[in-house]
């Protein structure tokens, strides 16, 4: 089988980590990598910080982006990669060290994985899962709550000078880009099934 690398992306609380759980259990442990964009953000104490002083995790320059391409490449070539999990300064979640395996059909997740030229060029297709912007903040403030252990007030102050702005700049623009707009107000099982029929037909 042709190696095969899907783009998968979308603003902030747009639904992707549920959409890949979701494709995940439709594809029923088939052999696909899945990379997650979150995993490849720069220390913090390396991170930008706005006017405020609150550091904005919400651009580009927040990820190291040459690293995960770096891996990409080292995947294509059948190469495994040790990977941590980054965590955002949860203090209480421990970050996990795992492997990410080779496999015929890698699919990247993220905010800005079409930001980067060099990036953008390894897809053979490209996500973009969408959502309504009000739905989109109510996802933000439950996972940035439980899994990032941020108040109410940070979150709030982060989506309005930091995720809308970015969304606005980094990532829309490449929404008419994409081979396939998922619009994921709330369910997105179709576009689950669809994805992992055409994925299906590449073994």
């Not at 996500?127 to 933000?140: G, W």
């Not at 403030?141 to 970015?166: C, F, S, T």
Request: proline content about 4%.
């Amino acid at each position: 089988m042709k190696l095969m690398i899907i783009g998968v992306s979308g603003g902030s609380g747009s639904g992707k980590s549920r959409f890949l759980q979701l494709l995940k259990k439709s594809l029923n442990d088939k052999p696909v990598t899945f990379i997650s964009q979150d995993d490849y953000y720069h220390a913090r104490d390396l991170q930008e910080k706005d006017e405020n002083g609150v550091i904005n995790f919400d651009l580009p320059s927040s990820v190291n982006h040459k690293q995960l391409i770096d891996d990409i490449r080292a995947l294509s070539k059948g190469q495994s990669v040790h990977k941590k999990e980054y965590t955002f300064n949860n203090s209480l979640k421990t970050a996990k060290e795992f492997i990410l395996k080779p496999n015929p059909v890698i699919i990247v997740e993220g905010l800005f994985v079409y930001h980067f030229p060099e990036l953008r060029k390894l897809y053979d297709v490209k996500l973009f899962i969408d959502a309504p912007d009000n739905v989109k903040l109510i996802r933000r403030i439950k996972r940035d709550q439980n899994e990032r252990n941020y108040p109410i007030e940070d979150v709030l102050y982060r989506y309005e000078h930091h995720v809308m702005p970015a969304f606005e700049q980094f990532i829309k623009p490449y929404l008419s880009q994409a081979d396939m707009i998922i619009n994921n107000h709330d369910d997105c099982l179709n576009a689950v099934d669809m994805l992992s029929a055409y994925i299906a037909t590449k073994w």
